[in-house]
């Protein structure tokens, strides 16, 4: 019989449930959401910005059991947020948050690459040496299996077959999703996209910029690989 494991602390719960909200593009945030790589000297830096979809809002209240929006504010701290992603491994991390629920988090990969990006595989770098990324079900499993057992559970919240390793169509895990979370998460979850943004600083024609947009939805139900690149 599996050995049970003690149970965490409610400390320790609320960073790791911040790590997992923001290490998964705030999974439940509405549909203006972006993460901005910047290329600077061969070196990548992240900068993640989200609006809290409204629907999360209420996920999380329940959840942590948060009565008014002070302690909405106070529980995604940024200090709070700094510290869960320097005890995941990134380095040079900054975290914010405002008056209308937008939370950004600059951050940028560990020196000795050890951070989860690098060693699950999803941040890679071509012959050039530039910066890209690269997102799989293989991966995100991996990115899964680097995460402490508590980090897991959380993620398990998430019920993603491209964490699960769990063949579904799109439509099998919204339903699934609406009888879990409800119809309303559900939707928001659907309509959700994320841009991703690639500032080259080091191209030679100068500062070279450019995007792509995904559906939340293909990356929570990945098939087959996505390149994210300059």
Do not use: W
């Not at 002070?70 to 992603?85: R, T, V, Y």
């Not at 995941?88 to 690459?113: C, L, Q, T, Y």
């Not at 508590?150 to 799109?170: H, K, R, V």
């Amino acid at each position: 019989m599996k050995k049970l494991r003690n149970r965490p602390n409610m400390r320790k719960i609320k960073i790791l449930f911040i790590s997992i909200v923001s290490f998964f593009s705030l999974l439940f945030c509405s549909c203006d959401s972006s993460l901005t790589v910047t290329i600077s000297a061969g070196h990548p830096s992240f900068s993640y910005n989200a609006n809290l979809g409204s629907e999360f809002i209420k996920t999380v209240s329940t959840i942590m059991s948060l009565e008014n929006s002070s302690e909405i504010q106070s529980f995604f701290e940024p200090a709070e947020l700094e510290k869960a992603f320097t005890q995941a491994g990134f380095s040079k991390v900054s975290a914010r948050m405002d008056d209308k629920n937008k939370i950004s988090v600059d951050f940028s990969p560990s020196n000795e690459n050890a951070d989860p990006f690098s060693v699950s595989g999803i941040l890679k770098y071509d012959s050039h040496k530039k910066p890209y990324l690269e997102f799989s079900a293989e991966k995100f499993i991996a990115f899964y299996e680097l995460m402490p057992f508590e980090f897991q559970s959380y993620i398990d919240m998430l019920i993603a077959p491209s964490f699960t390793g769990e063949s579904m169509t799109d439509e099998e895990y919204l339903d699934l999703l609406a009888s879990v979370y409800g119809q309303n998460l559900c939707d928001e979850i659907k309509n959700a996209t994320i841009d991703f943004i690639f500032i080259d600083a080091d191209a030679a024609n100068g500062k070279k910029k450019s995007k792509m947009n995904l559906s939340l939805l293909s990356i929570l139900n990945i098939t087959g690989d996505f390149i994210v690149k300059s």
